[in-house]
């Protein structure tokens, strides 16, 4: 199973090949595919590529799922004796993705499945 560090939107996010993540909203339309920019780290079982800062050769892929809002943020301002009370809220956008692929240029793997890793242990 291979796991990599990249970074989105000025946050890092820890990426497993077959999963999903959630990522600040991106402007890509759902089901384009397209390679993060930034791969920080890629582990391979006992094998750690770290980048100085980023690992060259190593491309992280990855599909859009979806567009989805996050929960509710409600902020609310009281002063006491005042006749003070602002109530406000918030719902980030995020973008769902699939990771497809972690490895390098040209390289041919299939992808480990849930059940397979399950059906391992």
Not at 14 to 37: H, M, N, P, Q, W
Not at 63 to 73: A, L, N, R
Not at 110 to 119: D, G, N, Q, R
């Amino acid at each position: 199973m291979r796991i990599a560090i990249v970074e989105s939107g000025g946050k890092q996010y820890r990426v497993v090949e077959g999963s999903t993540i959630d990522v600040d909203r991106l402007a890509y339309e759902i089901g384009k595919k397209f390679d993060f920019e930034r791969v920080l780290l890629m582990a391979d079982g006992e094998v750690i590529m770290v980048g100085t800062p980023t690992v060259g050769e190593i491309i992280v892929s990855a599909t859009v799922v979806d567009h989805v809002k996050g929960p509710k943020v409600t902020s609310f301002k009281y002063r006491p004796k005042k006749r003070i009370r602002v109530k406000g809220g918030h719902r980030h956008f995020y973008t769902r993705l699939m990771i497809d692929f972690i490895g390098q240029t040209g390289e041919e793997r299939k992808v480990e499945s849930k059940e397979e890793i399950v059906l391992e242990v």
